[in-house]
Structures are given as structure tokens and as C-alpha cells.
């Protein structure tokens, strides 16, 4: 049975990436919970969207509560992520890939920080994705640096 306690690592890996973030300390609560949850309720070899949207939920309650964003995103400026009308289509395949083994943790990050599926909250549910895939909940590491100019190897 999986406890509920996190490491005091897992909670400076959160406390750290809420910094890198920018999401303030009042996040770092909402994504060690969001961790929780990875840990205990998630299958360590299948990736459903049901688990996706409850991450974004759990990183960001209240502007992630009603699930993937329906409005364009903007960071400095510059539209990211992709348009609302293929996002769900996105996260799908993205999903499919995962559980085909067709993606490695850093190309699932990678995609998944393109694909930009919630309104904010992106890096930090990346982040515990990352480390879901890499086997590494308990002992986590900071995820690479998006190439947003690499192209999808795993794509069909």
C-alpha cells in the first residue's frame, strides 16, 4: 500500500520548481498535493486524460477547474501551446504514444509543455509527469529544457 507522506525532497523539488515557475509559495501546497496524487492513485505503466486533467486541477484549483483551457495562452507576450480546437486531439495522442512506449520521459515533457493544455499550472504538472515516467516520484530531478524546435519523433 502507498503511503500519503511525501519525502522532504519531493517537497523542495515542488517548492523549487513553484519558484521556477513563478507560481508563488501559496502553489507549493497545491502541486505537493498534486504529487500525492500521482503517487498514490496513478498506474506507474498507463497514462489516461482522466489523470491529466486531475494534475492540472490539483496544480492549479481554481483556474484549472474546469479542465483543459478553451482560450488561447500567452506567456511574454507571445502565443503558446496549441489552438483550442486540436488540444484534446493532442493530449490524446500524446497519451497513446506514452502508452505504446513510444515517447521517452523527456520527449513526454517536451510534447506535453507544446501542447500547453491548462489555462496555468503547464511546468509544474510537466514536471511531476517527467518524473512519473522516469520512476523517479520519490527521488525527483528537474526536467530539461523545452527545444521548442525539435520535431516529434514518435509522431505517426
Known sequence: MKHNLVSLDVVRFCAE???RQ????????????????CYQEMDANVLCIEDILELGRRVE??????????????????QVGVPTL???????LLIDAVNEG????TELYEEFERIHP???GNGRVGAILFN????????PTVPPKVNWTSERSWAR
Open 17 to 19: 520548481e513553484c519558484f
Open 22 to 37: 513563478h507560481s508563488g509559495e501559496l502553489s507549493v501546497a497545491d502541486m505537493v498535493n498534486a504529487w500525492i496524487f
Open 61 to 78: 484549483p481554481v483556474k484549472n477547474k474546469d479542465g483543459f483551457r478553451q482560450v488561447p495562452v500567452l506567456i511574454d507576450g507571445r
Open 86 to 92: 486540436v488540444l484534446i486531439n493532442q493530449v490524446t
Open 102 to 105: 513510444l515517447v521517452t520521459p
Open 118 to 120: 491548462f489555462i496555468d
Open 132 to 139: 512519473w515516467a522516469n520512476g523517479e516520484l520519490d527521488d
